[in-house]
């Protein structure tokens, strides 16, 4: 640890005279973060060796370089670190009241040519795994998915009958991949910010809009849907609607299979009776549509 504090130092060029104090930042995360205090002050937050490093220096690299939305650069980036200033005045937001941020950065994105994400697309740290290898997941976790839906054979029929749609005709841009009420907040003066890039992958903006829907209640999804449909900046409407509903039931058969696998079976029926009262209809709706 002092050598640490002595790297921090130098980095931050603190004096040797500034009393430091590293805390480590327990806020329900997968990550090691670490906020240090200088005389007993908070002055930067810090994360350390945690899972998506690599890809988030990157990320971090590419919204230094071309504005989407708000977020808080690092001031540094080592090998096993990124360092931010600390700011200490932000509050969870509601994904529900603030889908016009999730517009504004995804209408952003689409203003940048190809080009501009030429650095993700071959990168296999962004393909998005959730989806590639979904069928492989559910077949694997077979006992797990049926404590949440039954029918693995309409999880399959439904998959493959999704694969044959041509998405490619969709643009693709920089997803965050995780947006929720944890990663976005606001501060003092109620403007918005978005955090933490592990989950980034360049994909359809359809993958991004799949994790605000589970924060919904189950009648006000498709009126979200239909909202985000009509602002945002892609041509091909109906093919956008079937994205979005793919991406959907993907995203809540993982989390469902995730959640178990995070809390152990008995601990997670509580979030899967709450996956079914809410989801459940849409999910029925979407499986087994007639395309």
Not at 82 to 93: K, L, R, T, W
Not at 247 to 263: C, K, N, P, W
Request: glycine share 2%.
């Amino acid at each position: 640890m002092k050598k640490f504090e002595t790297f921090l130092r130098k980095k931050l060029d603190l004096s040797e005279k500034d009393d430091l104090n590293l805390k480590y930042f327990n806020r329900f995360t997968r990550n090691l973060n670490y906020v240090l205090e200088v005389n007993g002050f908070p002055k930067y937050f810090i994360k350390y060796d945690s899972e998506g490093l690599i890809k988030e220096k990157k990320v971090y690299s590419f919204l230094e370089r071309n504005y989407l939305f708000e977020t808080i650069l690092p001031l540094f980036t080592g090998e096993n670190l990124i360092v931010f200033p600390f700011v200490s005045d932000f509050h969870d937001a509601n994904v529900k009241d603030n889908l016009d941020f999730i517009l504004r950065f995804h209408n952003n994105s689409l203003k940048l040519s190809e080009n501009r994400f030429s650095e993700f697309i071959d990168d296999k740290l962004f393909y998005n795994h959730s989806i590639i290898k979904f069928l492989d997941r559910v077949n694997r976790h077979e006992d797990l998915v049926k404590n949440f839906w039954e029918d693995i054979g309409g999880l399959n029929t439904f998959y493959n009958r999704y694969e044959s749609i041509n998405f490619d005709k969709l643009p693709k841009i920089l997803t965050h991949g995780d947006i929720h009420h944890k990663n976005l907040q606001y501060d003092k003066d109620k403007k918005l910010f978005l955090f933490d890039f592990e989950d980034c992958s360049y994909d359809m903006p359809s993958w991004d809009l799949s994790r605000p829907l589970m924060d919904l209640e189950k009648f006000e999804i498709d009126n979200y849907i239909d909202k985000y449909i009509k602002k945002v900046n892609i041509d091909n409407k109906n093919l956008l609607l079937l994205a979005i509903e793919r991406d959907f039931v993907i995203r809540v058969v993982t989390e469902s299979i995730g959640r178990q696998q995070r809390l152990g079976v008995d601990k997670a029926r509580s979030y899967l009776d709450i996956y079914h009262e809410k989801y459940f209809d849409k999910l029925n709706e979407i499986i087994y549509k007639k395309l």
